[in-house]
């Protein structure tokens, strides 16, 4: 990745993340039906019109949730520093260097990105300040995020 490759700026990123959005909420969706068709509709209770969960059986959907989203995310910016909707957009995580990211920088990335989303969009926000225009998590994970030429084929030849 050459140095004169243009950085995303902030509605491409967030158009990749919404579509990225509804592919991990789908993930979760199954998550939650096989959950439920795994320990039946006993684990939960209505409690003066609350809807309450067994505690590990809630534990659980979390962690498989969480272990799920993460995984969609190191496995996409892994194998080509794009996700689906990262695809769609044209743009392309990738190391500072140019190289794949490391599992490290994964984690980092995928930790840091969501404060820097919930917190009021603030470590988004960030790009608008950097003088390379990275977010937050960018700078954090020693990644950046480049917008892909109109011929960029994302899966080769």
């Given at each position: 990745?050459?140095?004169?490759?243009?950085?995303?700026?902030?509605?491409?990123?967030?158009?990749?993340?919404?579509?990225?959005?509804?592919?991990?909420?789908?993930?979760?969706?199954?998550?939650?039906?096989?959950?439920?068709?795994?320990?039946?509709?006993?684990?939960?209770?209505?409690?003066?019109?609350?809807?309450?969960?067994?505690?590990?059986?809630?534990?659980?959907?979390?962690?498989?949730?969480?272990?799920?989203?993460?995984?969609?995310?190191?496995?996409?910016?892994?194998?080509?520093g794009?996700?689906?909707?990262?695809i769609?957009?044209?743009?392309?995580?990738?190391?500072?260097d140019?190289?794949?990211?490391?599992?490290?920088?994964?984690?980092?990335?995928?930790?840091?990105?969501?404060?820097?989303?919930?917190?009021?969009?603030?470590?988004?926000?960030?790009?608008?300040?950097?003088?390379?225009?990275?977010?937050?998590?960018?700078?954090?994970?020693?990644?950046?995020?480049?917008?892909?030429?109109?011929?960029?084929?994302?899966?080769g030849?």
């Amino acid at each position: 990745m050459d140095t004169l490759t243009p950085r995303a700026g902030l509605p491409r990123r967030l158009a990749a993340l919404l579509y990225d959005g509804f592919l991990v909420a789908a993930l979760w969706f199954f998550i939650g039906y096989a959950v439920l068709a795994i320990f039946g509709t006993d684990s939960n209770q209505v409690v003066d019109g609350v809807v309450q969960t067994d505690s590990a059986v809630s534990a659980l959907t979390f962690a498989l949730m969480l272990a799920s989203s993460s995984g969609f995310y190191f496995w996409f910016w892994r194998r080509g520093g794009q996700t689906l909707g990262m695809i769609s957009w044209r743009i392309k995580v990738v190391s500072l260097d140019g190289s794949a990211l490391s599992l490290t920088q994964c984690l980092v990335r995928y930790c840091a990105a969501w404060p820097a989303f919930f917190l009021g969009g603030l470590g988004y926000l960030w790009l608008y300040l950097d003088p390379n225009r990275d977010a937050l998590h960018d700078k954090l994970s020693g990644t950046k995020v480049v917008v892909m030429p109109k011929g960029h084929k994302p899966f080769g030849n």
